[in-house]
T-cell receptor, first 113, second 114 residues
Framework: EDKVVQSPLSLVVHEGDTVTLNCSYEVTNFRSLLWYKQEKKAPTFLFMLTSSGIEKKSGRLSSILDKKELFSILNITATQTGDSAVYLCAVYAGGTSYGKLTFGQGTILTVHP | DAGVIQSPRHEVTEMGQEVTLRCKPISGHNSLFWYRQTMMRGLELLIYFNNNVPIDDSGMPEDRFSAKMPNASFSTLKIQPSEPRDSAVYFC????????????FGNGTRLTVT
């Protein structure tokens, strides 16, 4: 069974801090890893990673994948209260060409002023 | 682009009643997914369709749950009879249908079964 595990489960920081969120996976036929941010409603897409060692960056957020060690990290620098959310990691895996996305349990990030 | 549209936004029903959740995927997307989210279990994949055909329904909890996709622009998830443990947020998501495309989520239906 495909498995995606995130750590920590929750994190409380102050504005300006830098945080690192972790995601490890055990899947058959890995295809890609995705990060989502979920505030009050639906998860919104952040990054998709398919190759090891290539950093994806968007503003203060960045992410990298290690396919040898089967994990990814999401970094947020200079955190703001608006970064408070649940961050979800998900993996596409399987032998078919169409994707089944398996999610981790999420990391709840709380940023205090 | 209107995004993935789900209805209703909230549903409160009594145990034993039938519940039908509806989803309209993004036009042109070939894959549609139903997820359930709870505090205890996180986001769980219930079933997904590709080109209107169910591909994997191994996540459907039991026979009380059923899903259909009669055409490319509409899907339903039905629970009959509903139970209090079915209370959760149910998300529908769609994608162009390959492993290099992110899922786009609807805003979810919050179901409460009393």
């Amino acid at each position: 069974e495909d498995k995606v595990v995130q750590s920590p489960l929750s994190l409380v920081v102050h504005e300006g801090d830098t945080v690192t969120l972790n995601c490890s996976y055990e899947v058959t036929n890995f295809r890609s890893l995705l990060w989502y941010k979920q505030e009050k409603k639906a998860p919104t897409f952040l990054f998709m990673l398919t190759s090891s060692g290539i950093e994806k960056k968007s503003g203060r957020l960045s992410s990298i994948l290690d396919k040898k060690e089967l994990f990814s990290i999401l970094n947020i620098t200079a955190t703001q209260t608006g970064d408070s959310a649940v961050y979800l990691c998900a993996v596409y895996a399987g032998g078919t060409s169409y994707g089944k996305l398996t999610f981790g349990q999420g990391t709840i990030l709380t940023v205090h002023p | 682009d209107a995004g993935v549209i789900q209805s209703p936004r909230h549903e409160v029903t009594e145990m034993g009643q039938e519940v039908t959740l509806r989803c309209k995927p993004i036009s042109g997307h070939n894959s549609l997914f139903w997820y359930r989210q709870t505090m205890m279990r996180g986001l769980e994949l219930l079933i997904y369709f590709n080109n209107n055909v169910p591909i994997d329904d191994s996540g459907m909890p039991e026979d009380r749950f059923s899903a259909k996709m009669p055409n490319a622009s509409f899907s339903t998830l039905k629970i009959q009879p509903s139970e209090p443990r079915d209370s959760a947020v149910y998300f529908c998501a769609s994608s162009p249908g390959s492993w290099n495309s992110p899922l786009h989520f609807g805003n979810g239906t919050r179901l409460t079964v009393t």
